[in-house]
């Protein structure tokens, strides 16, 4: 039996005959140039840092371009610290899985050292603070998580922790970012030293969210007088504190049970899959797609890993946020919601199971292709309609990355705008296209309707995934009932179809409410209607 620490490296021909790859690399010496001039570290220490990030620097390090691996901050959940990385020496086992089936099996070793990011643990807090007063620190990089960056309440109000940050200064910080501000300030204090500051989280504009609520905190501790002007002046100069934006873009589940099995049966040892106190799923393990996009505004004034020699994108801030709305508005983010509308109506538990339906794979080709692509914001760098063909045929059908449309249907309210109101709004604006030509998106929102009424395809009563404006929208469904002709049905509609903040546009002005509140009316006809609705307009069978 095998076990996945540093000891068991040296058996080489044993890992070999299970078909994973090894470091190819000095593992004891590159460790002790980090530690002794680190250029890299990494907040959050979760499956897709693991599965994707630490890859591409092991990539580095196999190819001789870096000496320097990462150092991984967890800034949240500690027992990730505790149970996953010490227990098998900061290494991880990668599985990569394409929709064939084929699995790339690989030993990730760049990662250093594992802290927690908190003054409670003196040791690793002291740590920290030595190293962002090092000279060396070229990158501090997060996927924490879009939530991870909030410091106010839906009221505009300071969160309790972010508050007591503010009344309390820097030195024993409770919240996020109040913790990461504090160790900016002891760079600032120990030589102003130049750092790039990067989020590579799935949010749009990310780089600027992360600097609004680090900044938001530092002229809190300068109005309190508990840090001087010039913090407030070193952050906000890029040339000395930078923060790009980037798109990120690689699907990395929950750790799977099927992966597990098999590496059990390889003969590997503890590779249980563990649930935290903070409901985060982590294993040994990280199972992931082949497919990754990672695209980074080039802006590091301490220099930076020559990633480009990975895959990464670097590139100018327009170019990351074109790549973004290429993604997030036309060709795989639309789609998404798609399946997760249908697929909840339709009683599927799994994407990769939806696609493999004929009417659903052929409505999202319709959505992309002739729908989207026509308005597409093209960033150059990643050719639209390829990558569309990939999502549709590559990654949207692998088994082995299962996700769920009931996840994914999650604050759908949230995602309209982007994801369809962009869209219909340019076709609206265009003088060369005409906005009452789409067939496909006005379905998708009529398919939304019929999802609001919380009640599938079969007849039979569902819960819906959460969302803030839930309940609100819900209540314009209010005697709409399967297998009844609604009165007022236009009335009834109406504040959610001429919602600008929901579309972008009334959808009344424009001519396309008239539409979707004919397909919604052919899908409340009873059950099956909906099937039926797609098979009339999708033709298919």
């Not at 620190?137 to 997060?142: A, C, I, N, R």
């Not at 946020?321 to 639309?334: A, D, F, G, Y």
Request: aromatic fraction near 10%.
């Amino acid at each position: 039996m095998l076990k996945l620490n540093r000891e068991s490296l040296v058996h080489k021909d044993l890992w070999q005959k299970i078909q994973i790859e090894m470091p190819q690399f000095d593992i004891e010496d590159f460790i002790k140039k980090t530690y002794e001039n680190p250029t890299w570290i990494h907040f959050g220490a979760g499956n897709i840092f693991r599965g994707y990030i630490a890859a591409l620097e092991q990539d580095l390090l196999e190819r001789g371009e870096v000496q320097t691996g990462i150092i991984a901050a967890e800034l949240f959940d500690y027992e990730i610290i505790d149970r996953i990385y010490k227990p098998y020496d900061n290494l991880s086992l990668v599985v990569t899985a394409d929709a064939k089936g084929n699995l790339q099996k690989r030993i990730i070793a760049s990662i250093t050292e594992a802290l927690k990011c908190d003054p409670d643990f003196k040791d690793d807090w002291a740590r920290l603070c030595e190293i962002f007063k090092s000279a060396s620190l070229q990158m501090v990089t997060f996927t924490i998580t879009e939530k991870g960056y909030n410091i106010v309440d839906l009221n505009g109000e300071y969160l309790p922790q972010v508050k007591e940050d503010i009344e309390n200064g820097p030195e024993k910080p409770k919240s996020s970012m109040g913790k990461v501000t504090s160790l900016l300030y002891v760079r600032y204090k120990n030589g102003k030293h130049p750092v790039a500051v990067v989020s590579l989280d799935n949010c749009s504009k990310n780089g600027e969210r992360l600097y609004n609520s680090i900044i938001q905190i530092a002229k809190e501790w300068v109005k309190n007088k508990l840090v001087e002007e010039g913090f407030v002046e070193y952050l906000s100069n890029p040339s000395s504190v930078s923060f790009p934006w980037s798109m990120i873009d690689k699907i990395v589940p929950r750790p799977s049970d099927s992966i597990r099995e098999l590496l059990e049966k390889d003969g590997l040892e503890k590779m249980d899959i563990i649930c935290t106190s903070k409901n985060t799923y982590i294993a040994p393990f990280v199972n992931t797609e082949k497919s990754q996009y990672l695209v980074i505004e080039d802006s590091f004034p301490n220099g930076r890993p020559p990633l480009e020699k990975a895959g990464v994108y670097f590139t100018n801030r327009q170019t990351v946020e074109n790549s973004e709305r290429m993604k997030v508005q036309t060709c795989l983010n639309p789609l998404h919601t798609a399946l997760a509308i249908f697929g909840c109506l339709l009683g599927y538990k799994t994407i990769y199971e939806e696609v493999k339906d004929g009417c659903l794979k052929k409505l999202i080709e319709k959505i992309g292709y002739e729908e989207g692509l026509p308005v597409v914001v093209d960033p150059k760098i990643i050719d639209p309609k390829e990558y569309l063909k990939e999502v549709i045929e590559e990654r949207f059908p692998n088994p082995y990355i299962p996700d769920a449309p009931q996840r994914i249907a999650t604050d759908t309210s949230q995602k309209m705008p982007i994801r369809f109101g962009e869209t219909i709004k340019a076709y609206s604006e265009s003088p060369n296209l005409d906005v009452k030509s789409l067939r496909f998106i006005p379905l998708v929102i009529a398919g939304w309707l019929r999802y609001l009424m919380c009640v599938d395809d079969s007849g039979k009563p569902f819960e819906p995934s959460p969302d803030p404006l839930l309940e609100e929208l819900k209540k314009h469904m209010n005697g709409i009932e399967l297998g009844k002709k609604a009165e007022n049905l236009e009335e009834k509609l109406k504040p959610i179809l001429s919602n600008e903040m929901l579309f972008r546009v009334n959808l009344f002005e424009i001519g396309l409410a008239s539409k979707v509140i004919y397909y919604f009316e052919e899908m409340t006809e009873g059950v099956g209607a909906v099937r039926r609705t797609l098979e009339k307009y999708l033709e298919c069978d």
